[in-house]
């Protein structure tokens, strides 16, 4: 069985402060960990996801996480928040990449004050 | 490409009356996935499908519930009959073996 637990329900940061989005994970099988992103009334948008190798992730808009087993934790920051990153963020862990489904966390949303 | 797509995205029905969500997949995709989002509950995973066939359908809340794909470019949800606790918003996603990709949703609220 998997798990994913999100610390912190709502987060809130002035623009141009640093960004951390906390995951911690559970998993029986080596995991696949993503992080996605919801804007108000829309779908969820894949910022990144760590499959296996680099344990530093890249994603889109300047995120980033780091896969630390020792830890069980996929934490999501961004160097410097913009007020378009207001919005929920979701972690999520599968035993494979595409091919299984995502057990997801419960979301973090993030308020960027101006 | 589209991206995936949903229909209808807002639906509106009264408690008894069955309901019909649908999706179309990404081009190409062979996985499908059905969740559910609610303040409640979050995102929980109802079924999904590899090759049109259906590999995990334990999430499915109860017989009320059913899902098809008749063919790679389409699916539905199906709610008959339909109560007020299912009012949530209903996500289809498609993936080709990398990370799923999601439709915008369909709100649905059982008055």
């Known amino acids: 069985a998997q798990s994913v637990t999100q610390l912190g329900s709502h987060v809130s940061v002035s623009e141009g402060a640093l960004v951390l989005l906390r995951c911690n994970y559970s998993?029986?099988?080596?995991?696949?960990l993503f992080w996605y992103v919801q804007y108000p009334n829309q779908g969820l948008q894949l910022l990144l996801k760590?499959?296996?190798?680099?344990?530093l992730v890249k994603g889109i808009n300047g995120f980033e996480a780091e896969f630390k087993k020792s830890e069980t934790s996929f934490h999501l920051t961004k160097p410097s928040a913009h007020m378009s990153d207001a919005a929920e963020y979701f972690c999520?862990?599968?035993?494979?990449?595409?091919?299984?489904?995502?057990?997801f966390g419960s979301g973090t949303r993030l308020q960027v004050q101006p | 490409d589209a991206g995936v797509i949903q229909s209808p995205r807002h639906e509106v029905t009264e408690m008894g009356q069955e309901v019909t969500l649908r999706c179309k997949p990404i081009?190409?995709?062979?996985?499908l996935f059905w969740y559910r989002q609610t303040m409640m509950r979050g995102l929980e995973l109802l079924i999904y499908?590899?090759?049109?066939?259906?590999?995990?359908d334990s999430g499915m809340p109860e017989d009320r519930f059913s899902a098809k794909m008749p063919n790679a470019s389409f699916s539905t949800l199906k709610i008959q009959p339909s109560e007020p606790r299912d009012s949530a918003v209903y996500f289809c996603?498609?993936?080709?073996?990398?990370?799923?990709?999601f439709g915008p949703g369909t709100r649905l609220t059982v008055l």
């Open positions: 996603a498609s993936s080709s073996g990398q990370a799923p990709f």
């Open positions: 998993s029986s099988v080596p995991p696949y």
């Open positions: 760590y499959t296996t190798g680099a344990t």
């Open positions: 999520a862990v599968s035993p494979d990449t595409g091919r299984r489904a995502l057990t």
């Open positions: 081009s190409g995709h062979d996985y």
């Open positions: 499908f590899n090759n049109n066939v259906p590999i995990d």
